[in-house]
Each structure stands twice: as C-alpha cells, then as structure tokens.
Antibody
Framework: EGQLVESGGGLVQPGGSLRLSCAAS????????MSWVRQAPGKGLEWVSS????????YYPDSVKGRFTISRDNSKNTLYLHMNSLRAEDTAVYYC??????????WGQGSLVTVSS | QTVVTQEPSFSVSPGGTVTLTCDLN?????????PSWYQQTPGQAPRTLIY???TRSSGVPDRFSGSILGNKAALTITGAQADDESDYYC??????????FGGGTRLTVL
C-alpha cells in the first residue's frame, strides 16, 4: 500500500493563494491517477480535483474550477494543488489520494488550509 | 446537479447487522457508477473499504460487504463491532473524471 504525505497548508487571507504538495512513496506513482479531496470542519468529504497518470487530463467540480489547478511531477513522485482566489468556504483539511478502479485507494493524513483575515 | 444521499445516522447493536445505502437523485445507482465506500473516525483520514461495488480493499474484514440493492448502492456490516462506530461515506463515479460523495452516515454501535 502506498504512502502519501501532504504539506503546504496554513493560514491564508481571503483572495490569497497557496500550493499544497503530496509526496508519494511505496507504489509506482506514474501508473496511477491522483486526486485531492477536502473536508470542511464538521462536514463531509468533497472531491476537489483529479489528474490522470501522465498529467494529460485534469478534472474539477464547479466549486473550484478556474481557481484551483492540479498538477504532478512524476520525476519527483509529487502531486500538487495550486489554489488561487481563496474563499472562507475553502477552509478544510485537504487529502491527497491515489485512484484505482474509479475509487480512492491510499490516502494521506491531510493538510489543513484556513482562509481567514 | 448531482446529489448523492445517505442516511444521516444509523444505530446497530454489537453483533448485529446493518445496511447503509447510497442513493442518486438523477436515477438508479448501477455498477457503472463503480460505487465505493469509505470509513472515517474523528480526526483520522478516510479508509477505503469497498470499491467497484463489492470488492473489499486490502485488509478489510469480510464482515464488510458491498452490493446494489434495488436502485441504490449498499454497504452491509455483519456482526458489528464497537470499533465499527465511525462515519461512512459512499462515492459514485459520474463519468468524465467526476466523482461525487454522499453526505455520510454516522454509525453508532450500542
């Protein structure tokens, strides 16, 4: 089973930007699609973005489309989430997860993003 | 807008059996939605239980099983244990890279 470790979370002002990273190990990173999933305080899970194994296609829900960008560096076994124009409602724990058979497979421990002035 | 609905809460006695469901507002859930199920305890990352409707993830006990019941996806826990008390989420694949989670079910074992 793979290991995923997120980093880059923190406090950011509304309208600001932040980049999350997810370091992968223990599996062949370049063979798997990857995703970001978030969880606002006291709320459920929400899919945020996905990227196929070679980075050629990316997907987003309407709630973040145009503001968030998912990317990956297969040479570094690392997944990224670039977040711009952040809003209070983007406050959440952000998890990276590997994808397998249209499901989430391995999960990171999460990185907290707080958007507040 | 796609909405996936789960029971907000459920209760089961130790040793009992419980079935949680996952419903789709736009129609029936089928195997083509590749239903998956996740378990989460407070403060922890989710854990994958079931994928592709009924395939258990590595290390998941066989008391957890997935299925399609009528027009919904279902997660059945047989012989519930105290440490099964958790939040359970389903997810459905809607095509074009889009995946939607249900709102989650809080399961109490008492």
């Amino acid at each position: 089973e793979g290991q995923l470790v997120e980093s880059g979370g923190g406090l950011v002002q509304p309208g600001g930007s932040l980049r999350l990273s997810c370091a992968a190990s223990g599996f062949t990173f370049n063979k798997f699609a990857m995703s970001w999933v978030r969880q606002a305080p006291g709320k459920g899970l929400e899919w945020v973005s996905s990227i196929i194994n070679n980075g050629g296609s990316t997907y987003y829900p309407d709630s973040v489309k145009g503001r968030f960008t998912i990317s990956r560096d297969n040479s570094k076994n690392t997944l990224y989430l670039h977040m711009n124009s952040l809003r209070a409602e983007d406050t959440a724990v952000y998890y990276c997860a590997s994808r397998h058979n249209y499901a989430y497979d391995s999960w990171g421990q999460g990185s907290l993003v707080t958007v507040s002035s | 807008q796609t909405v996936v609905t789960q029971e907000p809460s459920f209760s089961v006695s130790p040793g009992g059996t419980v079935t949680l469901t996952c419903d789709l507002n736009s129609g029936s859930v089928s195997t083509s939605h590749y239903p998956s199920w996740y378990q989460q305890t407070p403060g922890q990352a989710p854990r994958t239980l079931i994928y592709s409707t009924n395939t258990r993830s590595s290390g998941v006990p066989d008391r957890f099983s997935g299925s399609i019941l009528g027009n919904k996806a279902a997660l059945t826990i047989t012989g519930a244990q105290a440490d099964d008390e958790s939040d359970y989420y389903c997810a459905l694949y809607m095509g074009s890279g889009i995946s939607v989670f249900g709102g989650g079910t809080r399961l109490t074992v008492l």
